[in-house]
């Protein structure tokens, strides 16, 4: 005759699939529940780093652009293009007087025939080219397609940022064949800087010479 004890049933009872598969499944589901509190607190901490990782470039372009609008003196680097209010002749003003900075600080680089790079010098048209492209402002490489731009206006009321223009060095020629940025303001005597054939990239008054073949003031800006 069998006898089966309650405790013979229980061990009988362990070892069926029904109980291991319930034994078993309340574990899983206990370390589930852990398993699903640290991926919350995870999921939790990678949002914020990754919403603070947002915000960042957002600072970085505002700071950029901040720096893109202050007088841009520095070589090498990129320069934007700011292009004035046509109707505010403060802004004109401003962005001529940071034409004059940067065109003020290539002073010294040689004179090269057709040359528009500070690398290897300037001519007097190339100088012009590369300074005013450096704002985005596009003026062909010739002073006499230069001297074609913008309008005239006089000595009296010129300011920095205009550009002033001459004929060149062959006394038989009435053409425009030189042309510089004007440096001085309003009221002063015109001052300018240019490219000259023997000294490179300097500044000068129109005196001697240059007053003898000065044809006039255009303003681009």
Not at 17 to 29: D, Q, V
Request: proline content about 5%; overall charge positive.
């Amino acid at each position: 005759m069998l006898v089966v004890t309650m405790s013979t049933t229980k061990r009988i009872y362990m070892l069926s699939p029904a109980w291991t598969i319930l034994h078993y499944g309340k574990k899983i589901m206990r370390y589930k529940f852990v398993y699903f509190v640290v991926f919350i607190v995870l999921l939790v901490h990678v949002s914020d780093s990754f919403s603070a990782r947002l915000e960042k470039p957002e600072v970085r372009t505002e700071t950029a652009r901040m720096e893109a609008m202050e007088p841009m003196d520095k070589m090498g680097a990129d320069k934007a293009s700011v292009v004035a209010d046509p109707d505010n002749e403060l802004e004109k003003s401003i962005l001529g007087a940071d034409i004059v900075t940067f065109a003020m600080s290539l002073k010294g680089k040689p004179y090269t025939w057709a040359g528009v790079k500070p690398s290897t010098g300037f001519d007097c048209s190339g100088f012009i080219y590369f300074v005013y492209g450096e704002y985005g402002i596009s003026l062909p490489h010739s002073s006499r397609a230069q001297y074609k731009e913008g309008t005239e206006i006089s000595e009296s009321e010129a300011r920095k940022g205009d550009l002033v223009f001459f004929r060149g060095t062959n006394p038989k020629s009435k053409a425009v064949g030189h042309v510089g940025i004007v440096t001085s303001e309003p009221g002063e005597p015109v001052r300018f800087v240019h490219s000259s054939t023997g000294r490179g990239v300097v500044e000068d008054g129109i005196v001697r010479s240059y007053r003898r073949r000065y044809i006039g003031i255009k303003r681009i800006l």
